[in-house]
């Protein structure tokens, strides 16, 4: 391999001839070299070729690195050494020097006309000295059909250091045309400035200005404009008459040159404007601040030195700053940096978060933005390929400081120039009594290895570890993909992995999880994607795995109480047109603990709004599946929660129709209908015999609603900010009557109705009832009132097809707004002031509602008594004997300044429930605020849950302590987290996985 600078040469066999005498004489080394299945990179452009001669020319050292021993021997009669000699003495024959065309891939290089050959060469400048280059890898692959870029565009080398230091870089040049540049002169104070000549060598002059210094460039390639302030300046210029430029200076006229090299000194700023990256975006200003600045305007590169360089991110809310012992600028958006800090700081002379690396490369460049399998991604508008720009930070050594103190190390970096953390998203130390001490990280994957990320993907590494449970380790990765097959289709979702040793004691509250004997080895395995075409079809596929029962609900309790069940499925739909789509499911029950369904598999067709004659409209599904209804085997000796949860296995085919014909009569909106489902399963549960069995179920009913009005537009209060009020009332009716040809107990509940944390929950819970609730207890653990199943069919659910049986009802609401306008005059918009809406259901024949004629009588009151005050109450009520009833009533308080406030009560029987809720964010001062909630349970006579958490937020840091205190398991707790300021909001919540926060995931 041959190197100089950023140009690579590797080749399978090569020979290279130096001439001695013309070194002495120019003190120039020219390397001619003849090489053979060669691969040539010159950082903006990567070739191949079987054949190629090349020159190159430095002004510094020339080295050669063996890794093996040297053994000289004759090569007279070596085939590639004769080939090289003739090539080689051709070559030195000729003349001419012009340019070379860029090749194509896998294109020879010709040696026949020596006037191809690029002559890579280094301008010499007066205080300068050179030493030679580090040998570095090759990259991996080539990049066919790249341009080699004109001058001032490529990443070739600013002239050399301005000191000589160990590992210096040489970078050769390309010679071409460059466009003129406008210089101009002016004073940095009111005293004027000094000219004086310095030495002139070859047809190089230099001119020194003294005195404070502003020097303009203008036109310059991807900049425009360029200012430079300095107490001193060096101008180099080949071939001008340096007296006539001297005079231009001095005047308004100003001068233009081709090729212009500058030294500043002395309190330097340099002020760029980069022009903007996106249409319509402003423009970016950089300054860079420096002792030294060595300036190649014709190239557009520089060097500096005890330099920092300042710019603005759209991400980052305060300004990036680069510190740097050395900073060198290679081409328009590429730099080095030596002995360099990175941080984003309002107070930018004491930093508080700042990422240090002895030796880094910072590039922005645009890239082609492709799908999943590398596809390009055509703009909808102008058919043409997109772009991005990535911002690509590489370095070594990497410290992360917080307080100038080092408490994060990497040997290789890789990131985004824009992320001030680094592999780093969060740290956090906590402890609890269930868990221990708690000490946990999540990592840029991406980052961590060096590793350029795939575009829309994020890869994270999370490592925990719990003293009184035990290390965990974790993985999450995320992908979204679009046009991947040159269409509007979209493919997103990702996949989790997690797993710890743990060799604790689960604690759930009451009395779960005690001495369960859990596995040592417990973690969970997740994969959900989504794929979605312009066409109408739908893909979904979900894995979940987990290790043992406890463990999803102790680790990950947010996910387990809200997110969607844990099931293994694959669901593809597709739309047919003509308001039908078409859809199969096949799932799995992989976790034995939870009672579900196995669809092997389960179709559907539905036609949903078809309108015949504008008169009729039309709804109908049509389902045929096996399912293999299996109950859980984790909860041995629990009771099951429904009567029809019985293992069975059943083909089932239904038919549901619903056939409407609207219409209006005066201000009223009439809609009868006729609904019904035919079905047959091939095996029942209670007939005694499990054969087959058919059913018939559907009715007829009839929807009505009316609509009033009233405005009162002379209403007005500055009190309660009125400005006229609108009051509307909508009454709706629906009566159905439906009845059924067999008892839904005859039925394995294919079709769940609730979710495995819902059903696990009640199983668990029932048991224990009698103990914790002595007197309503037997009857929340045993009743029918309470059965899932019985709910469904009293409230007219029908979209489970094995929930369906008789029932004759009347549900009735009204719903009211109080409406007003609020807003500056000419700017104002219509809101709700306040909310009324009540409801109620009527049975005719009570036998189907337990004896009474009544049930589920709700209300739902909200009054937004101003834009940042809202009183809220609801309840509902089930008049039966021991049936349930809730009641809730509160209020929220927010201002501007995140204060905000949280009051409210609310009451469930027959579980006697009663708590107390109370919520509150105070902020002090921009620096100070709090956090606290409480809950206290009347009932009971127990504090549910309490939690304070005393927030600093400083320049950089934001310091987070907490407390906590769970009485449902007797835990007490802290987290101690200390954020990064700029991304706070984004972490805040927990580390995902870490044991006793908050879920991220």
């Known amino acids: 391999m041959v190197q100089l600078g950023v140009v690579q040469l590797r080749a399978t066999s090569a020979v290279a001839s130096v001439n001695l005498k013309e070194y002495k004489n120019s003190g120039i080394w020219k390397v001619r070299i003849h090489a053979e299945d060669l691969f040539l990179d010159t950082s903006s452009e990567s070739k191949q070729a079987s054949l190629g001669f090349f020159e190159l020319s430095t002004r510094g050292e020339f080295r050669y690195r063996s890794n093996n021993k040297v053994n000289r021997q004759p090569l007279e009669e070596d085939p590639s050494f004769l080939r090289a000699k003739a090539e080689l003495t051709k070559e030195t024959k000729k003349k001419s020097h012009t340019a070379r065309k860029p090749l194509s891939p896998q294109q020879t290089i010709p040696t026949e006309s020596p006037a191809s050959s690029p002559i890579p060469t280094i301008l010499p400048s007066p205080l300068i000295q050179t030493q030679a280059t580090q040998t570095i890898p090759l990259p991996a692959q080539t990049i066919p059909g790249i341009q080699l870029p004109p001058a001032g565009q490529g990443e070739t080398l600013l002239p050399p250091r301005l000191e000589a230091l160990p590992g210096m870089d040489q970078q050769p040049y390309f010679e071409s045309t460059a466009p003129l540049r406008q210089f101009s002169l002016t004073p940095r104070t009111s005293e004027g400035f000094n000219f004086s000549f310095g030495p002139r060598s070859g047809n190089e002059q230099a001119l020194l200005v003294t005195g404070g210094v502003i020097l303009s460039v203008r036109d310059v390639q991807g900049i425009g404009l360029l200012d430079m302030e300095a107490d001193r300046v060096v101008l180099w210029t080949k071939g001008a008459n340096i007296q006539e430029m001297m005079e231009n200076l001095k005047s308004n006229k100003g001068e233009a040159s081709k090729e212009l090299e500058i030294y500043l000194s002395g309190n330097v700023e340099v002020r760029q404007m980069d022009p903007p990256k996106t249409a319509g975006k402003p423009p970016q200003t950089r300054t860079i601040r420096a002792d030294e600045v060595f300036y190649d305007v014709k190239r557009n590169t520089a060097v500096a030195l005890n330099a920092e360089m300042q710019f603005f991110e759209p991400r980052i809310p305060d300004p990036v700053y680069v510190r740097a012992n050395e900073l060198q600028r290679?081409?328009?958006?590429?730099?080095?940096?030596?002995?360099?800090?990175?941080?984003?700081?309002?107070?930018?002379?004491?930093?508080?978060?700042?990422?240090?690396?002895?030796?880094?490369?910072?590039?922005?460049?645009?890239?082609?933005?492709?799908?999943?399998?590398?596809?390009?991604?055509?703009?909808?508008?102008?058919?043409?390929?997109?772009?991005?720009?990535?911002?690509?930070?590489?370095?070594?050594?990497?410290?992360?400081?917080?307080?100038?103190?080092?408490?994060?190390?990497?040997?290789?970096?890789?990131?985004?120039?824009?992320?001030?953390?680094?592999?780093?998203?969060?740290?956090?130390?906590?402890?609890?009594?269930?868990?221990?001490?708690?000490?946990?990280?999540?990592?840029?994957?991406?980052?961590?290895i060096g590793m350029q990320p795939l575009e829309n993907t994020k890869w994270r590494l999370d490592l925990d570890y719990l003293t009184m449970r035990g290390p965990g380790l974790g993985t999450d990765y995320t992908y979204l993909a679009r046009d991947l097959f040159g269409m509007q289709d979209v493919l997103s979702g990702g996949f989790l992995l997690y797993g710890m040793h743990d060799t604790g004691q689960d604690v759930l509250g009451g009395g779960r999880g005690l001495n369960d004997g859990h596995p040592d080895w417990r973690g969970r395995a997740s994969w959900r994607q989504l794929f979605e075409t312009q066409s109408g079809f739908t893909a979904q596929a979900n894995l979940q795995l987990l290790s043992d029962q406890n463990y999803f609900e102790q680790y990950w309790k947010n996910e387990f109480d809200t997110d969607p069940v844990q099931s293994t499925n694959i669901y593809l739909r597709q739309d047919l047109g003509f308001n039908a789509s078409g859809g199969i499911l096949g799932q799995y029950r992989v976790l034995p603990w939870y009672t579900d369904t196995n669809w092997l598999p389960k179709a559907d067709l539905w036609m949903t709004g078809q309108s015949f004659f504008d008169l009729i409209s039309y709804n109908s599904q049509i389902g045929l599946g096996y399912g293999q209804l299996q109950t859980n085997t984790g909860n041995v000796g629990l009771p099951q929660v429904s009567p029809t949860d019985v293992e069975t296995d059943a083909g089932r085919f239904h038919w549901m129709n619903e056939v409407s014909a609207p219409f209006s009569l005066g201000a009223f909106r009439i809609a009868p209908y006729l609904k019904g489902d035919l079905a047959y399963y091939t095996e029942t549960i209670n007939n005694g015999t499990g054969e087959g069995m058919g059913r018939a179920w559907g009715g007829p009913g009839v929807r009505l609603t009316v609509p009033f009005s009233a405005l009162y537009p002379d209403v007005t209060s500055d009190l309660f900010n009125l400005n006229g009020l609108n009051h509307k009332v909508?009454?709706?009716?629906?009566?159905?009557?439906?009845?059924?040809?067999?008892?839904?107990?005859?039925?394995?509940?294919?079709?769940?109705?609730?979710?495995?944390?819902?059903?696990?929950?009640i199983q668990q819970i029932r048991p224990l009832l009698p103990t914790y609730n002595p007197q309503y207890g037997a009857i929340l653990a045993t009743s029918m009132l309470y059965d899932p199943q019985t709910y469904a069919i009293r409230r007219g659910i029908d979209t489970r097809f094995d929930t369906l049986n008789d029932v004759q009802s009347f549900q009735m609401d009204i719903r009211q707004r109080l409406q007003t306008k609020r807003g500056f005059p000419g700017n104002q918009h219509v809101v709700d002031w306040m909310i009324f809406d009540v409801s109620a259901y009527a049975f005719p024949d009570s036998s189907q509602n337990f004896g009474s004629n009544w049930a589920f009588m709700e209300y739902n009151y909200i009054w937004n008594i101003g834009d940042r005050t809202t009183l809220v109450s609801n309840g509902w009520l089930d008049p039966i004997d021991n049936g349930a009833r809730t009641f809730q009533v509160g209020g929220y308080y927010n201002r501007s300044d995140r204060t905000s406030l949280y009051l409210g009560y609310r009451e469930i029987f027959p579980v006697e429930s009663r708590p107390l809720t109370a919520g509150f964010t105070y902020i002090f001062s921009p620096k100070y605020a709090i956090s606290a909630f409480t809950s206290y349970d009347f009932g009971t006579q127990m504090s549910l849950a309490n939690s304070v958490v005393f927030s600093r937020t400083g320049t950089d840091l934001q310091v987070n302590l907490g407390f906590t205190y769970n009485a449902m398991q007797n835990n007490f707790g802290f987290v101690f987290e200390i954020l990064p300021r700029v991304v706070a909001s984004a972490v805040r919540g927990g580390l995902g996985v870490s044991p006793g926060l908050v879920s991220g995931y």
């Open 730 to 761: 909508q009454f709706g009716l629906n009566y159905s009557y439906l009845a059924t040809s067999q008892q839904y107990t005859n039925f394995g509940q294919f079709d769940r109705l609730n979710d495995d944390a819902t059903n696990q929950a």
């Open 330 to 448: 290679l081409s328009l958006d590429k730099f080095r940096v030596y002995g360099a800090e990175f941080f984003a700081s309002q107070t930018p002379a004491d930093p508080g978060l700042k990422l240090f690396m002895a030796e880094a490369v910072m590039e922005q460049r645009k890239r082609m933005r492709t799908g999943l399998f590398g596809n390009p991604v055509l703009d909808r508008t102008t058919g043409q390929p997109m772009e991005y720009t990535e911002s690509l930070t590489k370095g070594n050594n990497a410290f992360i400081k917080a307080m100038n103190v080092p408490f994060f190390w990497l040997p290789v970096f890789q990131g985004d120039a824009r992320d001030p953390l680094g592999p780093i998203e969060s740290l956090n130390l906590g402890y609890s009594q269930i868990f221990g001490g708690q000490f946990g990280t999540s990592l840029n994957a991406y980052d961590l």
